[in-house]
């Protein structure tokens, strides 16, 4: 049944949803005159057309009075689970019966359905390109905004894994949404989500109904703090009982990750992630990153993950022609026995590591040889995303 | 003589005399050619030195003169890693008020920022014209800009647009004005959750006065939704001590992509074709006058000549398309 935790009235502790139950009850439930006690929409302040609704409806009912008898509430108070509130509740229209309220909040919805509260759970659970303790973690968030709450979250059709190639087409596009590039995003790793209230059906001001989407646009068009409030509510469960973490990012509420956005640098980590599961050295200063190609001698400039993933990795002639020439080549094993010191790669034939070259003499061909290998290490990481870390 | 020299070498070393300002370090920012640093235009220049320029309260982004007044926006000292970005309404070279932004900035040392299509700064299509500055990076990164809107004769306000983010963007709006020697926040527009999309562009009215046309929508990554796109006019309405707020959609032009049986099939275009149709919005057709299927790929934007110029382009990307070009109706 539609409740409240606390009393609502004249010197009540009236708290907002309290007061906002209240006030959705008697914005639907209507007088001998077909119309609702409450005249203006609901809001969760306790005021002066709250007071006359609720002093409206105790009288046609006999609900209250100064001395309250058995089955009477104090005159101008709603007690919880009082008379006025059980009068109120059996008086709700048919489609109005399990409204709810979360608290802390001046939104009423409706409950959302168990079914697919479970189905979001398992398809969190089965999506196998998400870290395991943490989809583990967001299906158990979904369980317990259910079990709690009666509220059912889902992730966003874009809010689960992303591949680096869909990061690099949302950085390429016109209009980009983000500035990370491929392997910047925490979005990457499957150590990432944005998960909403998509099917959220909440009572609108006057009564009517809304039907929200994963963001609460609908709310947030009528109310920024309201819609605010419904997702500090779902923090709490992902945040403060289940540690998940929430985007640094003010206004990027939909967004949780495993990991504190804190101290965290996004390039730093993906040259680091680089180093530990690919073949190259990698670093990354002054807004770009560097590799050393392998090579193990000096690191050179090669440009965003955006351009290294396009293979347009900005690699200069004189930058190729000192690579190769300076590279410390290990010697080739003896025959039959796995020597200390490995090839870091397999270096395709035509690029010479070792022997000098001059700049005038690398060729394009060369040039486009040694992005692919720098693309290739950026497919390693992908692959092995779980290895990610976070650092400063 | 020598010893001369060495104390001379020293005194530069230790003032910092004769090294770039470490405002401008990490990218060179050309001083503004006959306009205040984001000033639209209408408004003579409040100082002859470029921006951004170190001063005693932090590092100057721009100066609009309002009237008698000057609204400075400037990046405040920081503490504890937190540079405050406020408006300082000066005249006279006195300090009378400040107020500062909603989003701080992680450091002084803004480098030049580049106002893109989607920026915040300008209609869908075209950026506007201002010079911006940004502080940070990845997730510490804010992009500020400013701009002097003559709001009425006499009143002259600095809009302030700022963009943050890295892993997603969102963008702020701050509209503010001098009177009775105080600074007023008059205006706000901001972003909820998810990829919503606001910007700011400003349109001449009569009496010589300046409006603001706000952008306000949300661009659904689902294929089973179409966008929304709200266009609204704030203009300063005389005598009054506010904004006042209109739909402005029906006074906005558009290329139009018609045709569109489904949502579905909207999204798909605009994402088989991103780099050419990427600024599009799939709206239904109810938003448009005149569009014949159910939806449609849309640009809205308040240059025609820009407009024009797109419509060749599109042509290309999407032959066998119905381009038109249509006026938007009334925000839903």
């Known amino acids: 049944m539609a409740d409240i935790k606390d009393s609502v009235g004249e010197q009540a502790a009236n708290k907002e949803h309290d007061v906002a139950m209240v006030q959705a009850m008697l914005r639907v439930v209507k007088d001998a005159k077909n119309q609702p006690y409450l005249a203006g929409n609901y809001d969760g302040s306790y005021g002066k057309l709250t007071k006359a609704a609720i002093a409206s409806f105790q009288n046609d009912h006999k609900l209250a009075a100064a001395k309250p008898g058995p089955g009477q509430d104090l005159q101008g108070i709603v007690s919880a689970g009082g008379p006025t509130i059980l009068k109120l509740d059996a008086m709700l229209p048919a489609d109005y019966k399990d409204i709810r309220i979360l608290p802390d909040t001046r939104t009423v919805f409706w409950p959302g359905a168990e079914a697919d509260a479970k189905a979001s759970a398992k398809a969190i659970l089965g999506t196998a390109d998400m870290e395991v303790?943490?989809?583990?973690?967001?299906?158990?968030?979904?369980?317990?905004?259910?079990?709690?709450?009666?509220i059912v979250l889902s992730l966003t059709n874009t809010g689960g894994r992303r591949t680096f190639q869909k990061q690099y087409e949302l950085i390429t596009q016109p209009n980009p949404p983000t500035k990370a590039g491929p392997g910047e995003s925490n979005h990457n790793f499957g150590m990432a989500v944005d998960i909403g209230f998509k099917g959220l059906k909440w009572m609108q001001g006057d009564g009517g109904s809304k039907v929200d989407d994963w963001w609460l646009n609908s709310l947030q068009k009528v109310s920024a703090n309201k819609a605010a409030e419904m997702w500090a509510a779902r923090n709490v469960v992902a945040v403060t009982q289940l540690k998940l973490h929430p985007s640094a990012l003010k206004g990027d509420l939909i967004h949780l990750q495993r990991f504190s956005d804190n101290n965290v640098s996004m390039r730093r980590s993906l040259?680091?992630?680089?180093?530990?599961?690919?073949?190259?050295?990698?670093?990354?200063?002054?807004?770009?990153?560097?590799?050393?190609?392998?090579?193990?001698?000096?690191?050179?400039?090669?440009?965003?993950?955006?351009?290294?993933?396009?293979?347009?990795?900005?690699?200069?002639?004189?930058?190729?022609?000192?690579?190769?020439?300076?590279?410390?080549?290990?010697?080739?094993?003896?025959?039959?026995?796995?020597?200390?010191?490995?090839?870091?790669?397999?270096?395709?034939?035509?690029?010479?590591?070792?022997?000098?070259?001059?700049?005038?003499?690398?060729?394009?061909?060369?040039?486009?040889?040694?992005?692919?290998?720098?693309r290739a290490e950026m497919n390693t990481a992908e692959k092995e995303a779980f290895k990610w870390q976070a650092l400063p | 003589m020598a010893r001369l020299l060495l104390f001379s070498l020293l005194v530069l070393i230790l003032c910092g005399c004769g090294r770039p300002e470490p405002a401008v370090s990490q990218a060179p920012v050309s001083a503004p050619s006959s306009e205040v640093a984001g000033v639209s235009g209408s408004e003579a220049p409040a100082g002859d030195q470029g921006f951004p320029r170190k001063t005693a309260d932090g590092v100057l982004l721009a100066e609009v003169r309002a009237d008698s007044a000057v609204l400075e926006l400037a990046i405040s000292n920081c503490?504890?890693?937190?540079?405050?970005?406020?408006?300082?309404?000066?005249?006279?070279?006195?300090?009378?008020?400040?107020?500062?932004?909603?989003?701080?900035?992680?450091?002084?040392?803004?480098?030049?920022?580049?106002?893109?299509?989607?920026?915040?700064?300008?209609?869908?299509?075209?950026?506007?014209?201002?010079?911006?500055?940004?502080?940070?990076?990845?997730e510490q990164y804010l992009g500020i800009s400013a701009r002097a809107v003559r709001l009425a004769p006499g009143l002259t306000g600095m809009l302030v647009d700022q963009r943050t983010g890295f892993e997603h963007l969102r963008r702020r709006h701050d509209l503010f004005v001098a009177r009775?020697?105080?600074?007023?926040?008059?205006?706000?527009?901001?972003?909820?959750?998810?990829?919503?999309?606001?910007?700011?562009?400003?349109?001449?009215?009569?009496?010589?006065?300046?409006?603001?046309?706000?952008?306000?929508?949300?661009?659904?990554?689902?294929?089973?939704?179409?966008?929304?796109?709200?266009?609204?006019?704030?203009?300063?309405?005389?005598?009054?001590?506010?904004?006042?707020k209109s739909d402005y959609a029906a006074q906005i032009a558009t290329l139009t992509l018609d045709g569109f049986p489904s949502v579905a099939s909207a999204h798909a275009l605009r994402a088989k074709e991103a780099a050419c149709l990427g600024l599009f919005w799939v709206l239904p057709a109810s938003q448009l006058q005149g569009a014949t299927a159910k939806f449609a790929l849309v640009l809205p934007s308040l240059s025609e000549s820009a407009l024009a110029t797109k419509r060749a382009e599109v042509v290309g990307c999407a032959p066998g398309r119905i381009v038109k070009d249509l006026r938007l109706i009334a925000n839903e």
């Open chain 1, 271 to 374: 040259a680091g992630h680089l180093n530990n599961v690919g073949k190259m050295g990698w670093k990354h200063f002054n807004n770009q990153y560097q590799s050393d190609f392998g090579w193990k001698d000096a690191f050179f400039p090669v440009g965003t993950a955006t351009q290294i993933w396009g293979k347009t990795a900005p690699i200069t002639k004189d930058n190729l022609a000192k690579a190769l020439s300076n590279a410390k080549v290990p010697p080739p094993p003896p025959p039959n026995k796995k020597a200390g010191l490995q090839p870091l790669q397999k270096v395709p034939p035509l690029l010479q590591p070792g022997k000098a070259i001059a700049a005038a003499n690398i060729t394009q061909k060369q040039i486009d040889e040694v992005r692919s290998l720098l």
């Open chain 1, 133 to 150: 303790t943490f989809r583990t973690a967001v299906a158990k968030l979904v369980d317990t905004m259910f079990q709690q709450h009666k």
């Open chain 2, 180 to 244: 009775e020697q105080k600074l007023e926040r008059l205006w706000a527009g901001s972003e909820g959750a998810g990829p919503a999309w606001t910007s700011v562009d400003l349109v001449k009215l009569s009496d010589s006065r300046e409006g603001l046309v706000y952008f306000d929508g949300f661009r659904y990554p689902t294929p089973d939704e179409p966008d929304q796109l709200q266009v609204s006019l704030l203009e300063w309405v005389p005598g009054s001590k506010v904004i006042k």
């Open chain 2, 79 to 138: 503490v504890a890693q937190t540079c405050p970005v406020q408006v300082i309404l000066r005249s006279n070279g006195n300090r009378l008020d400040a107020v500062a932004t909603e989003w701080p900035s992680s450091g002084n040392e803004p480098y030049a920022d580049t106002v893109e299509p989607g920026w915040g700064a300008g209609d869908p299509l075209q950026p506007a014209a201002v010079e911006a500055w940004a502080t940070g990076e990845e």
